[in-house]
Every structure is written in structure tokens, then in C-alpha cells.
């Protein structure tokens, strides 16, 4: 597709229980990034993929959160056993082949609210 | 923390004034980009530099890169309503690509 699709939009879990979320990047590009943003402003890199290799996960909060991007399948992040702090809005965006030359496409985010 | 600063956090202007933004950064860097976010919305790519360069303009908006400060500044000129949103400035400065935010700057045009 032409623009970075994220689903669901919004999800509630209790504090504990799993939550899942997905990204499907844009066609052709080879690189994927998870972000967290805290309070509407601060955003936080969790994870980055190139095509389903892990390329930099120095982000992520070992413990309890994981991420895949397989062939022909939309990406995922996982977070085992919410915390009331996991509470944000995770934003997934893409970017073609080059690298540090060019931009992130983002997508509209999936505002996660631990209860 | 890695995070860039920005200011000012808010910044209010009737339409058609300019509105400034500036932003700060801590480490070397490959290049600098803005980003706007809508109210509850996702970030739209504004404008790259690169770090050997100095200016760079599109449409309305003018970005400076001054890597010898560690500072870039956004300009938008003859600003419209629809330019309220939340500006975030980013920096790749390594090898994984990750963006690196500041702060954001909330800009308000009012009609």
C-alpha cells in the first residue's frame, strides 16, 4: 500500500493481560520503526527492522515487549503483561531502502490504555 | 537522554504572521528532519537536511541547519489556521537510522 496502516486504533487492556499490535509497511520498503509516545510529546524508538531481520532493538524494554516482522505478514509488536506505564500511543513508521537518507512514513498510530 | 530540546513549547500567532521554531540537538548528526503532528494524528514528514547543508526551503517552509551550534530553526511564513499542530524536529545521528526527537514546539494560528 501506499501509506503505513496500523491496527487497531485503540485498545484496553487490563493491567496484566497482552496486547498486540500491527503494522503493514509501505510497499517496497525495507526498513520499519517502532516508536512510543508518552503525553503527547515525548517520543521514545523502541525497535527497527530491516525486511524481517532485527537492525537496531536498543529501545526495547526486554522484559516484557517483543516484535517480529515475517515475510508477507504485517509487523507486530507484543507486549506481555501490560503495565499501567505502557499506557501511550505506538506509532510504526516505514522507509524505503538508504537508510539515514531519507524520511520516516508513519502511520496513524495505535493509542494503547492500560487500566 | 538523547532527546533534542525545542522552543518555544507553545507558540500562538495570527494568521498570516511567520511562525519560528528551534530546536537542539546533542550529538553529530547525518541529517535533521521536521515533523507535524495534528491533535491526535500521526507525524507528516515536513522537510530533510542534510548535515552539509545550511538552508533548505519548501513551499512555505525554511529550515537552517547550523551544525557548529547544534541548532536548526523552521520557519513558516504567512501562516493559516490549518498550520495548528504540534512541530517535532528529529535527528539521525548513527548507524540504525533511529529518529531522535526534540521536544516539539505546539503552534496555535489563530483565524
Known amino acids: 500500500g501506499e501509506e503505513v496502516a496500523q491496527t487497531p486504533k485503540h485498545l484496553v487492556r487490563g493491567e496484566g493481560q497482552k496486547a498486540k499490535l500491527y503494522c503493514a509497511p509501505i510497499?517496497?520498503?525495507?526498513?520499519v520503526f517502532w516508536y512510543q509516545q508518552v503525553l503527547k510529546n515525548e517520543f521514545k524508538f523502541l525497535i527497527s527492522f530491516q525486511n524481517e531481520n532485527v537492525f537496531d532493538e536498543t529501545g526495547m524494554p526486554k522484559e516484557r515487549f517483543s516484535a517480529k516482522c515475517l515475510p508477507n505478514s504485517p509487523c507486530s509488536l507484543e507486549i506481555q503483561a501490560t503495565k499501567l506505564e505502557d499506557s501511550a500511543v505506538y506509532f510504526c513508521a516505514s522507509s524505503p531502502p538508504g537508510g539515514w537518507r531519507n524520511e520516516q512514513f508513519f502511520g496513524p498510530g495505535t493509542r494503547l490504555t492500560v487500566l | 537522554s538523547q532527546q533534542g530540546e525545542e522552543d518555544p513549547q507553545a507558540l500562538s500567532i495570527q494568521e498570516g504572521e511567520n511562525a519560528t521554531m528551534n530546536c537542539s540537538y546533542k550529538t553529530s548528526i547525518n541529517n535533521l528532519q521536521w515533523y507535524r503532528q495534528n491533535s491526535g494524528r500521526g507525524l507528516v514528514h515536513l522537510i530533510l537536511i542534510r548535515s552539509n547543508e545550511r538552508e533548505k526551503h519548501s513551499g512555505r517552509l525554511r529550515v537552517t541547519l547550523d551544525t557548529s551550534k547544534k541548532s536548526s530553526s523552521l520557519l513558516i511564513t504567512a501562516s493559516r489556521a490549518a498550520d495548528t499542530a504540534s512541530y517535532f524536529c528529529a535527528t539521525v545521528w548513527d548507524s540504525s537510522y533511529k529518529l531522535i526527537f526534540g521536544s516539539g514546539t505546539r503552534l496555535l494560528v489563530r483565524p
Open positions: 510497499k517496497g520498503h525495507s526498513y
